[in-house]
């Protein structure tokens, strides 16, 4: 799961360097915490949310055959 929102995050942004990806993995759910440099905060949430939507639907559908729960966090 990790290395998926990697992927993403760092095809979209301009500073790929400064993407980074924290697992924090529980019993039945994963919370992956996303950072991407201020300029590029933009880029990752896109107008009124909709790509931070994207990323965490796709990151839901892979979940899903894990049967895990993943909640994607993006953080400044």
Known sequence: ???LVEVIAKS?????????V??????????LELKVAPDDMGKV???QGRIAKAIRTVV??????ED???VVEILQ
């Open 1 to 3: 799961m990790k290395e």
């Open 12 to 20: 979209l942004v301009d500073n790929p360097d400064d993407v980074a």
């Open 22 to 31: 924290n697992e924090i993995e529980g019993e039945r759910s994963i919370i």
């Open 45 to 47: 949430i896109g107008k």
């Open 60 to 65: 839901k559908a892979a979940a899903t055959k």
């Open 68 to 70: 895990k729960r993943v």
